[in-house]
Antibody
Framework: QVQLRESGPGLVKPSLTLSLTCAVS??????????WSWIRQYPGKGLEWIGY???????FYKPYLKSRVTISVDTSKNQFSLKLSAVTAADTAVYYC?????????????WGQGTLVTVSS | DIQMTQSPSSLSVSVGDRVTIACRAS??????LNWYQQKPGKAPQLLIS???SLQGGVPSRFSGSGSGTDFTLTISSLQPEDFATYYC?????????FGGGTKVEIK
């Protein structure tokens, strides 16, 4: 059973960089046709895909976030990370890491429990 | 970006009712449509993929249909554990996008 767990600061000051890590257990991050994803959920409901990374390092980002987002993978630690720079209050959300299974059916099949990140001074 | 529009945004129903939730894509996505269930304080959980394929362990009272731009999630007889928020999501192209959610509440 694959499990994902997010970790990182719950409070980030405006203009600084949000950094989160997702540890993957129960399977290798390097195997299979999977993309390792970050998704956030704003207070109140909306879900937003931020981007994902393949184990070879190829990344795909939501275009309007691309200038501020970096997703990286550490296969030796079986984990991947999110950095979001120049944060504002609008980046306050619950951040989820998730596995995207590309084939045979493209979907987010495993999710972490989520971590709330608040941007405030 | 492909916009995903769900309706209704909320509905009040009773145990045993039949529930239908609609999801419309702003352009054709073939059958690259997934449904998720989310309970308060929890991560979304995949229910249905490829528009109509039930995930393992999901009760058969859940079903999905549709292709192209119009999709439907149906719960044939609502059970107490089904009160939750449901989201559709398209995987046709990046950026992946989600519908705004439908909250199913107890009447």
């Amino acid at each position: 059973q694959v499990q994902l767990r997010e970790s990182g600061p719950g409070l980030v000051k405006p203009s600084l960089t949000l950094s989160l890590t997702c540890a993957v257990s129960g399977g290798s991050i390097s195997s299979g046709d999977y993309y390792w994803s970050w998704i956030r959920q704003y207070p109140g409901k909306g879900l937003e895909w931020i981007g994902y990374i393949y184990h070879n390092g190829n990344t795909f980002y939501k275009p309007y976030l691309k200038s501020r987002v970096t997703i990286s993978v550490d296969t030796s630690k079986n984990q991947f990370s999110l950095k979001l720079s120049a944060v504002t209050a609008a980046d306050t959300a619950v951040y989820y890491c998730a596995r995207y299974r590309a084939k045979p059916a493209a979907n987010f099949d495993y999710w972490g429990q989520g971590t709330l990140v608040t941007v405030s001074s | 970006d492909i916009q995903m529009t769900q309706s209704p945004s909320s509905l009040s129903v009773s145990v045993g009712d039949r529930v239908t939730i609609a999801c419309r894509a702003s352009q054709s996505i073939s059958n690259y449509l997934n449904w998720y269930q989310q309970k308060p304080g929890k991560a979304p959980q995949l229910l249905i993929s490829a528009a109509s394929s039930l995930q393992g362990g999901v009760p058969s009272r859940f079903s999905g249909s549709g292709s192209g731009t119009d999709f439907t999630l149906t719960i044939s007889s609502l059970q107490p554990e089904d009160f939750a928020t449901y989201y559709c999501q398209q995987s046709s192209t990046t950026p992946h996008t989600f519908g705004g959610g439908t909250k199913v509440e107890i009447k």
